[in-house]
C-alpha cells in the first residue's frame, strides 16, 4: 500500500494540522506550498509535534511545469488538495484573481493524476455550495444554490470538475470534504490559524481582541430570525476535521468507495449562535471579551449546519472534541503567537 501522500497548501492552517494527522497515522508527506498565506516556520511546528520533518517544496500549484517535476520526482498515489484563497469578500472584489488561482492549480493538480496515472484526491470543499439553504441541517443531498461569490463558485466548479473526471477515468476517485466552519488549534499550541491583516472570521477576530490586537468584536447582526438573534453555524474543531482527512484517504486507498466519487459534510451537526460562541470563549478561558451588536454583514445566511449521518456512517468518522476545548485552545495558541502568559 503506497502510503505516501502530496498535501498542496500543506503549510496552511488546515493543510498543516492534517499533515500533522497524517504523519501520526504513518503516511509520509510531502508538501508543496507557495506561501502566499502562510509561513515557512509552520513546517517546524508540524516537526516539533511529532517529531518527523516533511518532505517541503515550495511551489506554487498554477505552475504546471513545477507541478509536472514534482510528480516526475515522487511516487505519491494519493493527494490532498488545500491550495486555494478563501476570502470571500476579496473574491467579490477580484473574481479572476480567484477564479484563475482556484481553478488553474486544481486543473493543474488533476490533469498531472490522470497523466502519471494517480489515484486519489480529497478536495476541499464547503459549506459555502449549500448557500441558504430551504432545509437544516443539510444533507449531501440538500441541493446546492447558485453561489453567492466568485469564492463559492469556485468550490462548486472544482467539486464538479472532480465528479466529470471520476466518471470518464477508471484510475481516478475524489472524495470532497464540505467544511463548515473550521476553528481551533492544534492542542500543543505549536501550530494554528494565521491570518493575514484584519481577520474576517470569527474566531481568530475573537482571539485577536482578547489579545487586544483588536479593540471591539462586532457581533454581525442580533435581528436574524434565531432564538437570540445571531447567526447560527457549525464549528467544526481543526484536529476532527484534519482526522476527516485522513479517513477520506484511507477509504480511497483501500478502494472502498465504488462510486469514486463522494461528497461528505464534515461538520459536528450542532448549530451554535455568535452569542454562544462569544460566551463559550469568554467562560473556557475565564475572561470578559469587548463586543457589540454591529449591523448585519453582507452575504451572511441565517443559519446552516450540517447533517452528519453520511460521515459517521461511512467514513466512521465523528467530531469529538467540545466546543469549550476548541475554544481554549484558539486561545492559548493566539497567547503562544503573540507572546502573552
Ligand atoms: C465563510 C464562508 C465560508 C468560508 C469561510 C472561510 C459563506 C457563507 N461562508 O464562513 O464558505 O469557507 O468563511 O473563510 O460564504 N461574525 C461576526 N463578527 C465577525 C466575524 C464573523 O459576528 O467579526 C459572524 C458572521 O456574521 C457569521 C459567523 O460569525 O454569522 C461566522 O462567520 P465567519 O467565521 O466569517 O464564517 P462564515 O461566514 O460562516
Redesign the pocket.
Known sequence: MNKRVLVTGGAGYIGSHTTVELIKAGYEVIVVDNLSNSDRAVMKGIEQITGISPRFIEADCCDREAMRRIFEEHDFQSVIHFAAF???GESVAEPLKYYRNNLVSLLNVVELMVEYKRRNIVFSS???VY?DADTLPVTELTPRKPA??P??NT?QMSEDVLRDTAAACDGFASIALR?????GAHPSALIGELPRGV????????TQTAAGIRER?????DDYPTADG????DYIDIVDLARAHVVAIERMIEHRNQKRYEVFNVGTGKPVS?FE?VHCFEEANNLKLNYAV?P??A???TA?WADTTLANNTLGWHAERELADTLRAAWQWEKSVRGIE
Not at 467544511?179 to 476553528?183: D, K, Q
Not at 481577520?199 to 477576530?205: D, S, T
Not at 445571531?230 to 453555524?233: A, D, G, I, K, T
Request: charged share 15%; glycine share 10%; with cysteine.
Open positions: 478563501k476570502a470571500v464547503s459549506a459555502t448557500g453567492t461569490s469564492y463559492g468550490k467544511y463548515f466552519n473550521p476553528i481577520p474576517n472570521n470569527l474566531v481568530p477576530y475573537i468584536l462586532s457581533i454581525f447582526g445571531s447567526c447560527l453555524r455568535v460562541l454591529a448585519r454583514r452575504g451572511d445566511v446552516v
